[in-house]
């Protein structure tokens, strides 16, 4: 008898774990195709988007997404970063993470880029990039003359899972940062929206995976240490 309550009790928690397993890839699955159908209607009204974006330029929004390009840039955010993780010995190990993300990120960008090549939006005519912006991207243009995904979006993106993983204080900031940069490159006419929500959910997810493989094998800290 003293088995058989054993035996019942093992069926019982592994038929609810393997429900809670169900339910988990079933959220999932669910999750992903809400994001699926939300950047399919983004994709049909991107230049609707795009113009109605354009009816808010006036001079100073024009100077303050200028700024957000120009300290978004990706020198200057690596010295931010890197200053904040020697700060703390604690978080040291991180910055070998950051840099896996950002390396991904970037080659996954520019794969995807040259495979979609999908002309700006400016290019096409739909509306006149903003000269203060532009001349931020001007160095790079040539390679990088594409507008699926926006690459700035992968970068600063897949820097929000470290970031909220290992500075709490930092999270919010970071995230609302990152929500401007990418409305910055839909406002300056070098992207449409659905490059920028592409582009942030290829960062996204690169830095999620990085984490991953940081916390399984602790490269970074190895490393570090």
């Known amino acids: 008898d003293y088995n058989k309550g054993n035996l019942f009790k093992y069926l019982i928690i592994t038929i609810n774990m393997k429900k809670r397993l169900y339910k988990n890839f079933l959220k999932k699955i669910i999750f992903g195709v809400a994001i699926l159908l939300l950047f399919l209607v983004i994709l049909k009204f991107d230049i609707n988007i795009e113009r109605a974006i354009e009816g808010l330029r006036n001079f100073w929004l024009d100077y ?11 020198p200057v955010v690596l010295f931010f970063l890197i200053l904040i993780f020697l700060w703390k010995k604690s978080k040291r190990g991180w910055i070998i993470p950051i840099g896996s993300s950002i390396f991904l990120g970037s080659v996954l960008s520019f794969l995807i880029k040259i495979i979609v090549r999908r002309p700006r939006p400016f290019e096409q005519g739909i509306i006149p990039v903003l000269n203060t912006a532009f001349y931020f991207i001007k160095d790079n243009f040539n390679t990088w003359n594409f507008s699926f995904p926006s690459g700035d979006a992968v970068f600063v993106f897949c820097l929000l899972p470290i970031i909220w993983k ?4 930092l999270r919010y900031i970071w995230l609302i940062f990152a929500c401007l940069v990418g409305f910055s490159r839909i406002y300056s006419g070098v992207h449409y929206m659905s490059d920028v929500f592409a582009g942030a959910l290829i960062g996204y997810l690169t830095g999620l995976l990085i984490i991953k493989i940081e916390e399984k094998y602790k490269i970074g800290e190895k490393l570090i240490d």
């Not at 303050?64 to 990706?74: A, E, L, N, Y």
């Not at 290992?166 to 204080?169: A, I, V, Y």
């Open 64 to 74: 303050f997404f200028s700024g957000i390009i120009w300290i978004s840039r990706m």
């Open 166 to 169: 290992e500075f709490k204080e």
